[in-house]
């Protein structure tokens, strides 16, 4: 079974844009969740997506959204670039949210940086 | 709010030896699960192990234990027979089971694991 993917891999933008980034779950995951990962921060929970639907949300700024598709496929779109938002992005997928199994899987990531 | 902290930023390991990586962890929850991950320098973040709250049993995969202390509230993982491909880093996760927040997990910064031959 193929893992989770994540398109583009590596991204770079100027402030000011805006940019899209996509996530295909595991076959089958239903959940999707999305984090930034930055050598200041740490790994941080931008959101949570599930049949659709955003059920959880992290403490970012609006600039950053995301949605799911009927197909668990996951989009997340990031609007007014700052230099700040300059972080690998990691996408998770798994099976279910409120049921056994809870382990999460990542993508590779995708690594933006914006000049 | 639940906090998970790895006070170690780096460990070394000589091959073939052993190593522990701590983990700590508050929450006011009893029901809860617990990962590790390991993230090389590939950057893909790949699940070691997990801990359901609710076991007193540690979880053991191969190599990889734990050792979790539910009232001290701590999770290390200890690997075995330390190989080179285990030079990584290593994330503690918490992931709480019940709430609006239940598959967002909630990262340690990181113990960068050095395995030296």
């Known amino acids: 079974k193929a893992g989770v993917t994540q398109t583009p891999r590596y991204l770079i933008k100027t402030r000011g844009q805006q940019v899209t980034l996509s996530c295909s779950p595991i076959s089958g995951h239903r959940s999707v969740s999305w984090y930034q990962q930055t050598p200041g921060q740490g790994l941080q929970f931008l959101f949570e997506?599930?049949?659709?639907?955003?059920?959880n949300k992290g403490n970012f700024p609006g600039r950053f959204s995301g949605r799911q598709f009927s197909n668990s496929r996951s989009e997340m779109n990031v609007s007014t670039l700052e230099l700040g938002d300059s972080a690998l992005y990691l996408c998770a997928s798994s099976l279910n949210r409120d049921t056994v199994p809870y382990e999460q899987y990542f993508g590779p990531g995708t690594r933006l940086t914006v000049t | 709010a639940q906090t998970v902290t790895q006070s170690q930023p780096e460990m070394s390991v000589q091959e073939a030896e052993t190593v522990t990586l701590s983990c700590t962890y508050d929450t006011s929850e009893s029901d809860y699960y617990l990962f590790w991950y390991k993230q090389p320098p590939s950057r893909q973040m790949i699940l070691v192990i997990r801990q359901e709250a609710y076991k007193q049993q540690n979880a053991t995969e191969n190599r990889f234990s734990v050792n979790f202390q539910k009232a001290a509230k701590s999770f290390s993982l200890k690997i075995s027979d330390s190989q080179l491909g285990d030079a990584a880093m290593y994330f503690c996760a918490y992931r709480a089971l019940y709430g609006g927040a239940t598959n967002k997990l909630i990262f340690g910064t990181g113990t960068l694991l050095a395995v030296q031959p």
């Open positions: 997506y599930f049949s659709e639907t955003q059920r």
